[in-house]
T-cell receptor, first 115, second 116 residues
Framework: DTGVSQNPRHKITKRGQNVTFRCDPISEHNRLYWYRQTLGQGPEFLTYFQNEAQLEKSRLLSDRFSAERPKGSFSTLEIQRTEQGDSAMYLC?????????????FGPGTRLTVT | GQNIDQPTEMTATEGAIVQINCTYQTSGFNGLFWYQQHAGEAPTFLSYNVLDGLEEKGRFSSFLSRSKGYSYLLLKELQMKDSASYLCAVRDLSNVSSNSGYALNFGKGTSLLVTP
């Protein structure tokens, strides 16, 4: 399978704990995006990488959130001191700068539940 | 920023045609995408429009009018498996200096139910 993969698929954590999610993009894709989706809503943009550089962070991304893509391949999204409002589906997507219209391919998501 | 509006829910009959509308407001329009999302699954790309007009791809077509800030997705010969959420997303280059032009701004999605 050469699609976008995300791990874990589900995460249940207690409020105040830290969690980390991983995204492995399609291998030749140099752009990687993180989105958050809650029930009945469309995905909301969180942050975007081109290779290893984090080029944009949404105002939605509080200081408790941090993302990395150290070698320009996989990426991690960490949430510190989780809150119940962080419960959502976290989606990762990737695209290739050479493939017009730069359509984004989404992974299956990590569903986070904060209790 | 931009407002992206689409109906919340629609119902249609198997074999029929359905049109899902999307309106948007943006100052740096650089393309409109339609994605399909089945419950509990990732969004999958359906279509892309950047110029005015109709793009046809099998049973699915998408139309764009930039002057009106309007798009629609047309689904023909509906099948039960077409029951899903349909997401309209706009790419906006109005804030190019921060390199935000590649992120997609999604509407809330239209939940389509296809009935026998």
């Amino acid at each position: 399978d050469t699609g976008v993969s995300q791990n874990p698929r589900h995460k249940i954590t207690k409020r105040g704990q830290n969690v980390t999610f991983r995204c492995d993009p399609i291998s030749e894709h140099n752009r990687l995006y993180w989105y958050r989706q809650t029930l009945g809503q469309g995905p909301e943009f969180l942050t975007y990488f081109q290779n290893e550089a984090q080029l944009e962070k949404s105002r939605l991304l509080s200081d408790r959130f941090s993302a990395e893509r150290p070698k320009g391949s996989f990426s991690t999204l960490e949430i510190q001191r989780t809150e119940q409002g962080d419960s959502a589906m976290y989606l990762c997507a990737s695209s290739n700068v050479r493939d017009i219209p730069y359509e984004q391919y989404f992974g299956p998501g990590t569903r986070l539940t904060v209790t | 920023g931009q407002n992206i509006d689409q109906p919340t829910e629609m119902t249609a009959t198997e074999g029929a045609i359905v049109q899902i509308n999307c309106t948007y407001q943006t100052s740096g329009f650089n393309g409109l995408f339609w994605y399909q999302q089945h419950a509990g699954e990732a969004p999958t790309f359906l279509s892309y429009n950047v110029l005015d007009g109709l793009e046809e791809k099998g049973r699915f077509s998408s139309f764009l009018s930039r002057s009106k800030g309007y798009s629609y997705l047309l689904l023909k010969e509906l099948q039960m498996k077409d029951s899903a959420s349909y997401l309209c997303a706009v790419r906006d280059l109005s804030n190019v200096s921060s390199n935000s032009g590649y992120a997609l701004n999604f509407g809330k999605g239209t939940s389509l139910l296809v009935t026998p």
